[in-house]
């Protein structure tokens, strides 16, 4: 099924019933810029819509999904079960296709947030070269005492460097690891149009 035929056929039918789209997108308890979005081929209504969508624009679901109306007044079974068909199909990659573009963003937020921690080692390091100090490069501890109502408290604070291994290596190994899967996403997300 076309998404941009299935939209041009319900902009059709909505004119022809005299809707805006916001009277269409009011009987069918959607929002007026969903129905914008059928019309346009940039969504697809919700299988559990097609009925209540073919009903407002007084066609039949068989007529709704094919795009066309259809001058006989029945379909066989087969006909009838491969319309169907069809649109569930539609509406599950559909579904895929959200769900493919939510982990997509995860995976590139996730690479991005990786991305940052080793250049901030990079600029400390930088720092610590330039600067010449040696307070992260050999790890600091400090005791501290705190009072309260019930007595003093002891707080022991200790810092010690990260191997480069870990506080490097493996924020760019996720980064690397991210980009790559969030590229297969992607490639999946435009197979599944």
């Known amino acids: ?7 041009a056929f319900v902009a059709q039918l909505r004119k022809e019933q ?6 269409l997108a ?11 979005k059928w019309e346009t081929g940039k969504g ?8 209540p969508l073919a009903q407002a624009l007084g066609i039949s679901l068989v007529e709704l999904i094919r ?3 259809d001058p006989r007044d029945s379909l066989t079974a087969a006909e009838a079960e491969a319309v169907v068909s069809q649109a569930m199909d539609q509406s599950q990659r559909i579904t895929a296709r959200r769900y493919l573009k939510l982990l997509r963003w995860l995976l590139t937020s996730i690479a991005a947030i990786c991305a940052v921690g080793p250049l901030t080692q990079l600029a400390l390091a930088l720092e610590l070269f330039f600067t010449g100090s040696k ?11 705190i009072g309260g109502v019930d007595g003093p408290t002891s707080i022991f604070v200790s810092s010690a460097p990260l191997p480069t291994w ?7 190994l ?14 999946l997300e435009r197979k599944l149009k």
């Open 166 to 172: 870990l506080s490097i290596g493996l924020p760019t």
């Open 135 to 145: 307070l992260f490069a050999t790890g600091t501890s400090h005791m501290g005492h």
């Open 18 to 23: 005299g809707l805006t789209q916001k009277g």
């Open 67 to 69: 795009g066309e109306k």
């Open 44 to 51: 697809f209504p919700d299988v559990k819509l097609l009925e």
């Open 174 to 187: 996720l980064l690397v690891l991210c980009i790559i899967l969030a590229f297969r996403v992607w490639k």
């Open 1 to 7: 099924m076309d998404n941009i035929r299935f939209g």
């Open 26 to 36: 009011d009987r069918l308890n959607v929002t007026d810029k969903a129905v914008s």
